[in-house]
């Protein structure tokens, strides 16, 4: 089954305590993207990567991190987690057409709620 | 301005009725337009594309207008099972860089 897979689903941490939210695809896709979701504010995107080893900050990448080490895996990373990135994360993935352009649907995970006291 | 701006509503709606959404894009060089549904603290999912011509599936309709830069979502005979949010999404150029644009959303209420 096509999927997208994030982990965990839910987490309550502490300030400052370092944590990784992973997120990997089964459909071979070159696009990758994080996004957090806020009440009021919509999703935002963190952070993308249209390749391996190809990152991209999005509009909201303050005090985040991620790498694409491999095609299906893209890991979204808290060094130091403040209680304003409480909130609700999506990663999604999409296929690259051949023009380079994004065109297709984009596939998203189930969620992670995240919660930082 | 916003990128991708959405009437956050709610819409509420006796069943049976049609209702229609409007979504404007600030980017002219944008190139695919998509209606996601998002049930409450679930992930988005596709809805429809839509396509310059306008598509329909089922009792869902697309529009797009490029000329005034917003695209619409019609549907007709509502069913409780439709109350949801409705995310637009813009693909776009941005600085040299492909990427995905969503709007706020809009809530629909079907009520019994």
């Known amino acids: 089954e096509a999927q997208v897979t994030q982990n965990p689903r839910y987490l309550i941490t502490v300030t400052g305590k370092k944590l990784t939210v992973t997120c990997s695809q089964n459909m071979n896709h070159e696009y990758m993207s994080w996004y957090r979701q806020d009440p009021g504010l919509g999703l935002r995107q963190i952070y993308y990567?249209?390749?391996?080893?190809?990152?991209d900050k999005g509009d909201v990448p303050e005090g985040y991190k991620v790498s694409r080490k491999e095609k299906r895996n893209f890991p979204l990373i808290l060094e130091s987690p403040s209680p304003n990135q409480t909130s609700l994360y999506f990663c999604?993935?999409?296929?690259?057409?051949?023009?380079?352009?994004?065109?297709?649907?984009?596939?998203f995970g189930e969620g992670s709620r995240l919660t930082v006291l | 301005r916003k990128e991708v701006e959405q009437d956050p509503g709610p819409f509420n709606v006796p069943e049976g009725a049609t209702v229609a959404f409007n979504c404007t894009y600030s980017?002219?060089?944008?190139?695919?337009f998509f209606w996601y549904r998002q049930d409450c603290r679930k992930e988005p999912k596709l809805l429809m594309s839509v396509y310059s011509s306008g598509n329909e599936d089922g009792r869902f309709t697309a529009q797009l207008n490029r000329a005034s830069q917003y695209i619409s979502l019609l549907i007709r005979d509502s069913k409780l099972s439709d109350s949801a949010t409705y995310l637009c999404?813009?693909?776009?150029?941005?600085?040299?860089?492909?990427?995905?644009?969503f709007g706020t959303g809009t809530r629909l209420k079907v009520l019994a």
């Open positions: 990567s249209m390749n391996v080893e190809v990152t």
């Open positions: 999604a993935s999409s296929l690259r057409s051949r023009t380079s352009r994004l065109s297709g649907e984009l596939f």
């Open positions: 980017n002219s060089a944008s190139q695919s």
């Open positions: 999404v813009v693909n776009g150029e941005t600085s040299g860089t492909y990427k995905y644009i």
